[in-house]
């Protein structure tokens, strides 16, 4: 289940519902897949795909979405530093940005204009949906694994377009359900 830290107002959620409703508010969509697939943590990307074929063509069909794939992030991942900076710092894309965590854990921060930073831990079995044109950044957590179905509207894919407003700098990407302190709030 994902935990939700709102580090101004001192407020943490950890019940679907409760999670649900605050993130709706800011325009973030959060399902919790209760029953998830009895897949392999081995699988191939396309037995992950298949197995959650269903419930990828709903959300294909409720957000226009065109292809799916799959990302696998370890710590052993070529390249993994690099590609985590392209997504540690405040930026928007031009189409939804929707993940289904099958694996592993990731953190979403979500800066909705004129309100407080929102943090999402997410885990296996969490979906949600970043609009379009939303300020956000993602982290891994301590294990730097992830894997995670991503659906897109188009073929090739988004881009990050920076905002360079520095506002990730304030935030400490800690996961595992420690608080989430500005790092000016930081001990």
């Known amino acids: 289940m994902a935990v939700v830290d709102v580090p101004n107002k001192g407020l943490r959620l950890t019940e679907k519902a409760s999670i649900a409703d605050y993130l709706c508010g800011i325009g973030i969509d959060y399902e919790r897949w209760e029953n998830l697939k009895q897949i392999s943590a081995a699988a191939t990307d396309q037995e992950i795909l298949d197995g959650y074929a269903e419930e990828i063509e709903a959300l294909k069909q409720k957000?226009?979405?065109?292809?799916?794939d799959v990302i696998n992030i370890v710590p052993t991942t070529p390249g993994l530093d690099a590609m985590l900076n392209k997504f540690n710092k405040e930026h928007w894309h031009d189409e939804d940005e929707v993940r289904f965590i099958?694996?592993?854990h990731g953190l979403f921060h979500i800066a909705p204009e004129n309100g407080d930073v929102v943090s999402i831990e997410m885990e296996a079995g969490d979906m949600i949906r970043v609009p379009r044109g939303t300020k956000h950044w993602f982290n891994l957590c301590g294990d730097k694994t992830v894997r995670a179905i991503r659906l897109f509207q188009d073929i090739s894919g988004w881009t990050p377009h920076y905002t360079d407003?520095?506002?990730?700098?304030g935030y400490q990407p800690l996961c595992f359900g420690v608080s989430y302190l500005p790092a000016s709030r930081a001990l």
Do not use: E, F, L
Request: zero cysteines; aromatic letters at 8%.
């Open 63 to 68: 957000g226009g979405y065109v292809t799916a």
């Open 102 to 104: 099958v694996k592993g």
């Open 165 to 169: 407003s520095g506002v990730d700098a």
